[in-house]
């Protein structure tokens, strides 16, 4: 196994509370030292970070990879090979899969097949009912043991309070944080975006903002009652905060993720009809999307999660009502954020550990998140300033569905370093 000593790069690691210029070793798949030295000891391979911020390896906590079942629209080599595009070393993969996972072989098959063929880590997230069907719950034990993270239901709530209660109390027993996709069904109807102004001048149906707050307050409670670790997916509007920050407050189990295009778009990118615009939960409105900035910016908001949900053309290519939820996001996710960055609406280190040390913290990944000696050699090497232009056509992900396509942006990874090993080099 190679050895390399990363020079010349500001080193940002919140978990150790560590910024500046020093060198990084990593040696048998380990980090091995931090330090300002610039000598490289014998064996190890020089790469010079001149220009560049050297983070600990991203971790995206909410991942469609579609595979098993809809490979046409991803797998797990092409999802991967994006991911270390991203500057992601670390996946989590919702289990909407088909068959769902729900069960320790479908999670056995993925990471065998990550294992294998996999440019990044993936560790499977299993879902809490059995088929996500919302009805009978999972076998959470074994997925467990078969190396889950997490259980969601992810892309549909768990409707039934009662199930959802039990579910926590098994999560809680296995240690696995229960991660809710919040949505309450009835009220969401079959809507196709935010309810409001441009709702109602475009004609299309919306989804009011109550719809996922109504289920936060009910996932919030259910969590105070079992003393579960409940985890909001893709937080999205102004009232999910609110409700967020005052759970924080009392000392409630909870933490949240937002995704990058909730963080730049508004319902206003509906106007044209674009499919690619068309995500769930919808793009909300300006003071919503403020709303989540100030909020992750704060900490309220733990992580950045892409909810990258890969499809292909024949699913997006269609009326706006009729086409499929959700954008191609893992190689879009650091220039977008890094743009609040630009903007000072968030540090650099805030970013970094939103990307980092937060989905680690989260999940309880043991030796993820840190640039720590001894920690995993995940190492995401990226240049902030660097320009370049999103060209979907480019992605080494199936989805091409973005509505970022042709946009001007900075930010772009140089080198992702899993466990120790290469995984992309721009
Ligand atoms: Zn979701």
Not at 63 to 77: A, C, M, S
């Amino acid at each position: 196994m190679s050895s390399y000593f990363i020079v010349n790069g500001r080193v940002i690691d919140p978990a150790s509370r560590t910024d500046g210029k020093l060198s990084v070793l990593v040696r048998g798949g380990k980090i091995e030292q931090v330090t300002p030295s610039r000598k490289a000891p014998e064996g190890a391979q020089v790469l010079d970070a001149s220009g560049c911020v050297v983070a600990p390896g991203f971790i995206d906590m909410h991942v469609h990879l579609r595979d098993p079942g809809q490979e046409y629209k991803e797998d797990i080599e092409s999802g991967t090979r994006a991911a270390a595009a991203g500057g992601l070393a670390t996946v989590c993969c919702m289990p909407n899969t088909d068959p769902v996972i729900d069960c320790a072989s479908v999670a056995e098959y993925v990471l065998e097949k990550a294992g294998r063929l996999g440019a990044t880590g993936v560790i499977p997230i299993g879902s809490i009912t059995r088929g996500g069907k919302g009805e009978a719950m999972s076998d959470i034990g074994d997925l467990a043991s078969a190396g889950a993270c997490a259980i969601s239901d992810d892309g549909r709530s768990v409707m039934n309070s009662g199930l959802m209660r039990r579910a926590m109390e098994y999560a809680t027993a296995f240690g696995l944080p229960v991660i809710s996709h919040c949505e309450d069904a009835a009220l969401a109807g079959g809507a196709v975006m935010n309810e409001g102004l441009v709702s109602t001048e475009l004609g299309l149906q919306g989804m009011p903002a109550a719809a996922e707050e109504l289920m936060v307050a009910r996932d919030i409670m259910l969590a105070e009652l079992t003393g579960a670790r409940l985890h909001i997916a893709h937080a999205s509007t102004m009232g999910t905060v609110e409700l967020i920050r005052r759970a924080k407050r009392r000392g409630i189990r909870v933490t949240a993720e937002v995704t990058p295009h909730h963080l730049t778009l508004t319902d206003e990118a509906v106007s044209d009809f674009d499919p690619n615009t068309k995500v769930n939960p919808p793009l909300r409105t300006e003071a919503d999307r403020r709303a989540l900035i100030k909020a992750l910016a704060d900490g309220t908001i733990d992580a950045i999660a892409t909810d990258h949900a890969p499809h292909n053309i024949i699913d997006k290519e269609m009326g706006f009502e009729e086409a499929a939820f959700g954008i191609s996001g893992l190689e879009t996710m650091l220039p977008l954020a890094l743009a609040l960055v630009a903007e000072r609406k968030l540090t650099l280190k805030r970013l970094v550990e939103a990307l980092s040390a937060a989905p680690a913290r989260i999940l309880g990944l043991k030796g993820k998140g840190s640039l720590k000696p001894g920690s995993d050699a995940d190492i995401t090497i990226f240049d902030p300033s660097a320009a370049w232009t999103v060209d979907a056509s480019r992605f080494a992900s199936r989805g091409k569905n973005t509505p970022f396509n042709g946009l001007r942006v900075m930010g772009r990874a140089r080198w992702t370093i899993v466990r120790g090993r290469i995984a992309f080099a721009g």
